[in-house]
Structures are given as structure tokens and as C-alpha cells.
């Protein structure tokens, strides 16, 4: 099977020949990785271990012309991020950042603010490339949106889009109508762009801390259901086959919903937030798809090979008649490249399906 016909068929809850895996080294650990194993510095372990997916997106951010350096402050820099917010980072280390300020500091400030048309060419400089090189990798290719609770606070800052979710429905609801349609028009338009109609959209909306939602399954059915309904109605009408989430933290409080929302597959599953994939076959059946279920954040890390071991085997079984994608979001510097290495084998040696 390709990389396509293998995902898919995990997707339709078919017998894939082998067991399908998604997942992402960042930080210092590639370059660890490939000392660990003798490697050169181009070898990418996306293509070395055969890892079935990627993900493309475009410039999605609201206001993309406005992206801009403001200023430096000593060992920091101060920019206009596309999003509406103002963030603080380091000049050397830019991954993770401050947020200190955002364009929508009031809810009237709404009726102002005017999104770029999702068709902008900027947004897709270099995608076109970006697109072949991923194709040229064999890996089943997907669209990728951002999410309207994320989305939404990225203009709004969290804690106080969580107060007005309370506090000032009409303002939300227009919030979440405007972030809503600029997603679905970015959805068409990468789509389009990508021709992935048929493997799918991925909507990545970080909604959730380790114990719970970030809001209570109520304020879910009264702001995000109904919109991700009319989302995923829109989107397939269009030709898209289908719809998945990826959302870190415990998201079980909500999941029914997103299942009747029409998203069918989600990521990462996070162990330590007590989404146990066994638990949830035997729950949801085949209404949902695992992309995920590895610990990356205790079990990885601790790097005890008869853990990961008692951790991967049984998944490993489980997705023998599909309905998985084995691995997590990322890992990075706190898991060795031996303990990587190691649960990279046992996929080798026990999910060969054919």
C-alpha cells in the first residue's frame, strides 16, 4: 500500500498492511536522532521510519500584510504576528512567544476589523513547491485549518474571551461568526489549492487542559457546535470527504458533540489526560478514528523500554483491523533518540499486518 491507501484504509476501518504512524521531531532532538544512528545532517526521519502523513496550510492568519518586526527591546522582539496580537520573543529562540497585546482589546472594536480575503496569493507564496516536495514523499496529504476557539482568542486574549463567553453572548456570537467563515473560506481555498478533497481537513483547535475543557460542555453546545455544523456542512458540500480535530489535553467532555458536529478522527488522544484508546474503541466503536494515543510526555520520556513496550503492543493490535494512526503530536529534548529508536522497532517488528 502507499502511504494514502494505508491512512485511508485505517480511516474506513479496513486491514492496512501495515500499521499507519503520524508524528513530529522538533527541537534538538532530530539532530540527536541522527548522531544516535550515524546519520547525515539531510536525513529526515519522516522518510527514514516511513511516517504516513502530512500536513498543509496556508497563511491563514486574519491580517497577513500587517506582519511586521515593531521593535527590539535587548534580547527580545516585539512583532505584529497576522493574527491581531502583538508578541514578545526571543531574537534567538522565536518558536514560543508573549502575548502583550491584541487588536481586539474591546467588543466594539469588532465592527472594525476587516479579515484579508482568503484567496490573497501571499498567503500561498512557495506553496505550490511546498505541495510537490510532499507529494515526492509518498505521505497521504492533508489540508490543515486553524480552530474557532484558538483562532478566536488569538484576537480576543483567552482569559477574557472565557469572561464574555459568560458574560456577553452577542459578542461572541458575532466573534465566532466572523472567525467562523474566514476558517471555512481558508478551508476552500486550500483545499482547492491542494486537491486533498478526498483524504480531508484537519481543524486544529487547542481547546482543552489536562483535566477538562477549557469551557464547560454547555458553552460548547451554545457557541462551537452549531458553528462547526454548519463548517463541516459547508466544506463537504464542496467535495471534502472528510473531517478531523486535533486538540491537545482531555477533550472527552465534548467529544460526543464534535461526533455530531461530523468530525470522525482526532489527535492526539493524550494518555496522560485519561483518554485511554482501548477505553474509547470499546465506547465509540467505529464512530471514531485514533490519530495518536502514545505517551510523549511520561512514558517516551522516561525511556523504560518494557513500559513502552506495555504501552505500544496492545495498540499495535488494535489498529490490526484499522481505526488507527499510531503516534502523538510531537516529541522533542526530553525523550532520547534511543527511547525514540526503540518504539520506532517495536512498530517495525509487530505491525507488519500483510
Not at 264 to 283: A, H, M, S, V, Y
Request: hydrophobic share 35%.
Amino acid at each position: 500500500m502507499t502511504s494514502t491507501e494505508r491512512v485511508m484504509a485505517a480511516v474506513n476501518f479496513q486491514k492496512p498492511d501495515r500499521l499507519p504512524t503520524w508524528e513530529h521531531l522538533w527541537g534538538s532532538l532530530p539532530d540527536a536522532w541522527r548522531a544516535y544512528k550515524g546519520l547525515a545532517s539531510d536525513v529526515d526521519p519522516r522518510d527514514y521510519y516511513g511516517i504516513d502523513i502530512s500536513i498543509l496550510i496556508g497563511d491563514e492568519t486574519f491580517f497577513p500584510s500587517q506582519r511586521m518586526l515593531v521593535r527590539e527591546e535587548g534580547d527580545y522582539e516585539i512583532h505584529q504576528d497576522g493574527w491581531g496580537r502583538t508578541i514578545r520573543t526571543g531574537k534567538t529562540n522565536t518558536y514560543f512567544g508573549e502575548q502583550i497585546d491584541s487588536v481586539l482589546r474591546e467588543p466594539g472594536d469588532l465592527d472594525r476589523l476587516t479579515f484579508e480575503p482568503a484567496g490573497l496569493e501571499r498567503r500561498f507564496e512557495g506553496f505550490d513547491e511546498q505541495i510537490a516536495v510532499e507529494r515526492a514523499s509518498g505521505r497521504c496529504l492533508f489540508s490543515k485549518i486553524g480552530g474557532l476557539y484558538v483562532r478566536s482568542h488569538f484576537l480576543h486574549a483567552e482569559d477574557k474571551l472565557l469572561m464574555d463567553m459568560a458574560l456577553d453572548e452577542g459578542f461572541c456570537d458575532a466573534l465566532f461568526d466572523k472567525v467562523a467563515a474566514h476558517l471555512t473560506d481558508m478551508a476552500l481555498e486550500t483545499l482547492k489549492r491542494t486537491n486533498t478533497w478526498e483524504t480531508g481537513l484537519w481543524v486544529y483547535d487547542d481547546m482543552a487542559n489536562s483535566n477538562a475543557t477549557m469551557f464547560s460542555p454547555n458553552m460548547f453546545e451554545r457557541y462551537f457546535l452549531p458553528r462547526y455544523k454548519k463548517l463541516i456542512e459547508t466544506v463537504r458540500a464542496a467535495g471534502c470527504k472528510h473531517f478531523f480535530l486535533h486538540s491537545d489535553g482531555n477533550i472527552a467532555p465534548v467529544l460526543d458533540m464534535l461526533l455530531d458536529a461530523g468530525f470522525e478522527g482526532f489527535n492526539p488522544l493524550e494518555p496522560r489526560c485519561g483518554l485511554d484508546l482501548l477505553k474509547l474503541r470499546e465506547k465509540y466503536g467505529k464512530r471514531m478514528v485514533f490519530f495518536g494515543g502514545v505517551c510523549n510526555t511520561r512514558v517516551l520520556p522516561r525511556g523504560d523500554k518494557k513500559e513502552i513496550e506495555e504501552t505500544v503492543l496492545p495498540l499495535i493490535e488494535m489498529g490490526r483491523e484499522g481505526g488507527l494512526v499510531l503516534g502523538f503530536a510531537s516529541i522533542g529534548d526530553d525523550v532520547t533518540p534511543e527511547a525514540y529508536d526503540f518504539y520506532r522497532s517495536l512498530i517495525t517488528k509487530y505491525g507488519d499486518y500483510s
